[in-house]
């Protein structure tokens, strides 16, 4: 990135990050500023392409919700409790 560049990015960035917060503050709480932080990562690494959007804040919104966003642990019930016949005892933990 040019110095230029560098200068525009720092500037939006300091504009950017409260605005970021505040959005991001309902939906992932304390991680509002996690995510502020990944989004503006993410403007800094893809300069170019963030600063021609027409609503970067709000592409950055959506780029600090994904980053955040929690992740579920997939799981399977125990064979005894749905009544599977015997299994290979090696098989549940497996698929998880």
């Known amino acids: 990135?040019?110095?230029r560049g560098t200068i525009e990015c720092d500037?939006?960035?300091h504009d950017a990050r409260p605005r970021l917060v505040r959005a991001l503050a309902p939906v992932r709480g304390e991680d509002a500023v996690d995510g502020a932080a990944e989004a503006l990562a993410y403007a800094w690494?893809?300069?170019e392409r963030v600063s021609?959007?027409?609503n970067p804040v709000g592409?950055?919104?959506r780029v600090g919700q994904s980053r955040t966003r929690r992740r579920r642990?997939?799981?399977l019930p125990a064979p005894e409790a749905i009544g599977l016949?015997?299994?290979?005892?090696a098989l549940i933990p497996a698929l998880l």
């Open 1 to 3: 990135m040019s110095e």
């Open 11 to 13: 500037a939006f960035a």
């Open 45 to 47: 690494e893809h300069w």
């Open 52 to 54: 021609s959007m027409a």
């Open 59 to 61: 592409y950055l919104y």
């Open 73 to 75: 642990t997939p799981s």
């Open 85 to 89: 016949p015997d299994v290979e005892p």
